[in-house]
Structures are given as C-alpha cells and as structure tokens.
C-alpha cells in the first residue's frame, strides 16, 4: 500500500484559473515534498515541506500541510499552458530516514 | 550544466537477454537511486547507494543489479529473470541519502520488449 496519493488523480481547467491538487498519506512524516513531471521527462522538485510547517510559498505554488489530518495540498495559482504535467506528492517514513516514497500523481491539463 | 544524463532514451530487449540502462551525474552528489514508472502509477524503488562500492535493494530489486564502481556512475541491468521489464524507467540523484534531501532526476530510458 502506498504511504502518499493524491486526489484527483486527472484535472483539466482552463488557463488562467487556479488548480488544488491533494495529497493524504498514511504514517506520521518528517517532510513531504511536491515533484513536476512533464510528459515523457524525469521530474523536477518543486517544493519541501517540514511536518512543522503549516504553509511554504514559491511563485505562483502554495503548499499547506495538515499533519493532524495528515493530508497536504498543492496550489498553482493563475495557471498556464506549461503547467501541464503530472504532479506527485513524496512523503519519507517517520522511522525510516531514507525511504522517501512517491504517489501515483495527479494529472493536470490546463487547456489555452 | 550540472545534471544527470540516462541512455539511451528508448532499449529493446529481446527474450532472453540483458540489457544495461546508463546513468550518469556531475552533481557531486553521493546518494543516486533507480526507480521504475509504470503507466498510472508512481515511482517504484529498484536499488539505491549512498556511496560508491555500496548499494541497498529498494522495494522491487528482483530481476535487476547494478554497480557503483565510480561516484558519477550507477547503471542499471535489467535481467533476463526480470519478466515484465516494460516500463521508464528513472535515475535520480541526491547529496546524500536522507529524507529531506531533493531528488534531482535524469530523463529517464523507455525499456520495451521486442
């Protein structure tokens, strides 16, 4: 079983509006981190965030973290053409340093 | 540019062989993994090393082996024990193994069979 997903697993909006995409995982984390995959490329980070952290910004990312809820979201505000891509959630095992484990993404369409 | 760079981007195998995926890195980084992408799902954890000559089994390292003889180099064989091989497959690198480190990934090679 997989220790993050996220939800939804597809979403199409139109360029300029804003996508949520959501991640829940399972067991307590230290940190979880956001990855981009563009079509047919490795993926990029985006963005960590510490499990005593509530909200991390970068450009046009927000990212909160609910670790009562043990869920975290991921915010692209004013959405482009480019934003398309699958996003993941990579949360680590509390008892585990090295063991950091991918979802099975969500994938975003903005359409121009 | 620094980066890590995977060939080649498309391999056929052919029932019976083994096929070997390059990976290298000019990060400097110590930490370099391999995962397996199958379609709808997320990365899947092969093997990974922390340092050069030493390397861990990840959650799916049946009908794969690698080797970690130089610090920029973590290549991939895919075995003919490895029966459903078709999938991209990822190398990633990191400064050292830990969880709050980022991983910096390659583009990845797209195995098929023949």
């Known amino acids: 079983s997989q220790q993050g997903e996220e939800d939804p697993q597809a979403l199409s909006i139109q360029e300029g509006e804003n996508a949520t995409m959501n991640c829940s995982y399972k067991t307590s984390i230290n940190n979880l981190q956001w990855y981009r995959q563009n079509s047919g490329r490795g993926l990029v980070h985006l963005i960590l965030?510490?499990?005593?952290?509530r909200e991390k910004h970068s450009g046009r990312l927000r990212v909160t973290l609910d670790t009562s809820k043990k869920s975290s979201s991921l915010l692209i505000t004013a959405s482009r053409a480019a934003d398309t891509a699958s996003y993941f959630c990579?949360?680590?095992?509390?008892?585990?340093?090295?063991?950091?484990?991918f979802g099975p993404g969500t994938s975003l369409s903005v359409i121009p | 540019d620094g980066g890590i760079t995977q060939s080649p981007k498309y391999l056929f195998r052919k029932e019976g062989q083994n096929v070997t995926l390059s990976c290298e890195q000019n990060l400097n980084h110590d930490a370099m993994y391999w995962y397996r992408q199958d379609p709808g799902q997320g990365l899947r954890l092969i093997y990974y090393?922390?340092?050069?000559?030493?390397?861990q089994k990840g959650d799916i390292a049946e009908g794969y082996s690698v080797s970690r003889e130089k610090k920029e180099s973590f290549p991939l064989t895919v075995t003919s024990a490895q029966k459903n091989p078709t999938a991209f497959y990822l190398c990633?690198?990191?400064?050292?193994?830990?969880?709050?480190?980022?991983?910096?990934f390659g583009d990845g090679t797209r195995l098929s069979i023949l």
């Open positions: 990579a949360t680590d095992v509390l008892t585990s340093y090295d063991k950091v484990i």
């Open positions: 090393s922390q340092i050069v000559n030493d390397f």
């Open positions: 990633a690198s990191s400064i050292k193994v830990a969880y709050n480190q980022p991983q910096h």
């Open positions: 965030i510490r499990s005593n952290e």
